[in-house]
């Protein structure tokens, strides 16, 4: 029987440590994270003296966009695998925080 694959993407918001670990580093690890296929992190920019973002030229916040494939699970409950994923990006050393958008995690849910 074949198995089908089915993409889904997860988008929320991230703060990256380079002190810790460089930037790339950090969405190399991601994008080796199994199931993700793609990564894009997005850094806030100063406007003004209005932060969007936590830049003090060590902490980055913006947003990362994750693509998923459920093709290298042999059974793939969506809210489990989720669940995983999340977790291995927040365990990443130099991530501070993860916060994915509850819209993005629930857009898939059938009512």
């Known amino acids: 029987m074949k198995r089908e694959s089915q993409t889904y ?3 929320g ?8 670990q460089f ?6 690890d991601i994008r080796s994270i199994t199931g993700i296929t793609t990564a894009g992190f997005h850094p806030y920019e100063k406007d003004g003296d209005d932060y ?3 830049i003090d030229n060590t902490n980055y ?10 093709f290298p699970f042999d059974n793939f409950d969506k809210k489990k695998k989720f669940k ?3 977790n291995k990006i927040r365990s990443i050393p130099a991530i501070n925080f ?3 958008k509850l819209s993005t995690l629930l857009e898939y849910e059938t009512l």
């Open 9 to 11: 993407q997860i988008e």
């Open 13 to 20: 918001i991230m703060s990256i440590n380079t002190n810790t």
């Open 23 to 28: 930037q790339a580093e950090v969405m190399s």
């Open 52 to 54: 969007q973002a936590v």
């Open 61 to 70: 916040k913006g947003d990362l966009k994750i693509k998923i494939d459920t």
């Open 84 to 86: 995983e994923i999340i």
């Open 98 to 100: 993860f916060r994915p």
